[in-house]
């Protein structure tokens, strides 16, 4: 447990080993909070297929056709994203008129996600033999692999990637920035553990941070990328440009979320790599991440919001204020929110930007 | 937990998605039950170091050089192993004049192991910036990644993979033959949860099970392995020929252990297969299972033997029996292994049957 006082003492290094969404499958877990997800997901699945229709099908197939999913957690939506994008991919084959290659997914996140979980909903391998596959209903027709790691760094061997898929997970930044921790910094955020209303230096040491970070993703990315290959990246957005006005994800988290994509994307992290052209760039109203089935119930709707909450940032609350005090924080969570509860359910909406990348 | 009688009632999908060594930290944990398997597989370093020169050196090097641990299981042993490997060939690539590939390992066993532990362990990857070598001493060369599956089957894509290591992994069965499990068979071995003492013809239903999973190990193998790749195999044997005298691991486990390669592998599925050629094939005495600090003290010589057995063969027992019953089964037997310590410290011998394949 870290000290009181300066929140936020989680050193790059320690972050990258213990983030993760929660896992398990208990009531605050990711498994059974990411319903929002999933929905937000799936409402973007017409810019996905726009995207998958430029990759270039690789004729002869002799090799396999590589899905990557970067930021996967262990929920279901992973291994449904990644389906959708197999079974586009080998529609277009068939109608090309070319066999379809042997298909390849990486479920990639970090080392401290809930691997476990993950891979037992994975259902069974089901392209080999034909009792297997007529056994279980259930089955996946590709190979499948985890990989533990940062995304800002190498993930996978050189130009092997076709298709890299990232939505949700670009806004956690590989480490606080270190001014914002240091007390003679003007950037110092006086021990808080949000942005959303911090002081002009802080959002800048943010922003700083952000652009950093996305360039090493950028350049790992151009590395691993077959030539035809692209990438779509869903990012939380906000609609003001002020970063430190959150918007509707302040109101969920108040934690640190990135700068708007609009201006970083398309005028200065990507041009400066230039490996990279835009295809698309959207900002998208993504909607509520509250799933209730009672929209009258507000203590339902506090709930809701606790554990879609917790199921996010819990891990990283736990380790710095324990499991116990973690409780007793959400459980307050819930309570407040069940007192605001029509008016969350009206203002809490998101906003995604959506990025579709292929090689220059 | 399964009713009383018939102890051994998981049925194959089910023996797939459960089976695995014991997951996390704990006392009888593997990753705290594995130094025997540390010990034995460095004892057999100059035998693998043989069949790692004969693997054909890519050249020129475009594809990243694969590794594939089958069962790796959880502990650290798998880590050190794939590094040996990695190691050795990026010398002899070096010796040859050539620039290294980029080396990519796949971690592979049953879905219900415990990935997270196993992703824990590794180092965290070094290859891409200078100041994160320099930061950590302990940093991989290598992209790493999990796979989730049984090896009976396809795991990898075609023509994918230089060099298949296993140790200890293929004497088990993709299932119990559902002969020995039927009141009405003369294979029916009833009830009773080891073949050590069965009859001849349980003894033959087991022995054909080994050898359809063989074979399908085989077939799987052959189609992911590269043109000039190997596989490097190390299995429980025994000296005498009779399958139903298992000897050390008779001693140890009192469960199924497959028959002999040295019939198996020669003359019947391998080369019923046709795919691969043996290489090398030798019959190694590995040592005992129990590695003890005081070998006088006859108390730390059971806990040894009874935690070495929950190690490997705990997941099974609890799904059969329950974790209380467990606890009272590892207890009694360390007990007993107590009052015999002095001859199971003598008598508790592992042999190891090594193989070396290349395709045919």
Redesign the interface.
Known sequence: MAPAGDNVVVSK?KL??MLSMK?GKGEASYVNNSQAQAQHARSMLHLLRETLDGVRLQSPPD??FVVADLGCSCGSNTIYMVDVIIQHMAKRYEAAGCDPP?F?A?FSDL??N???TL??L?P??G???ME?CL??NNHRSY????????FY??????K?VDVFYSAFSLHWLSQVPDVVLDKRSTAYNKGRIFIHGASESTATAYKKQFQSDLAGFLR?RSKEMKSGGSMFLVCLGRTCSDPTDQGGAGLLFGTHFQDAWDDLVQEEVVEADGSFIVNKLEVFRGGSPLVVNHPDDAAEIGRALANSCRSVSGVLVDAHIGDQLSDELFSRVAMRATTHAKELLEQLQFFHIVASLSLA
């Open positions: 290094m990258e080993r896992g090799f396999p042997e390849s990486f080392p401290s809930d691997f476990n891979f037992q994975l069974p391998y392209g080999v033999s297997e056994a279980s190979f499948a692999a985890g990989v533990p790691g940062s760094y190498r993930l996978f061997p050189a092997s790992s």
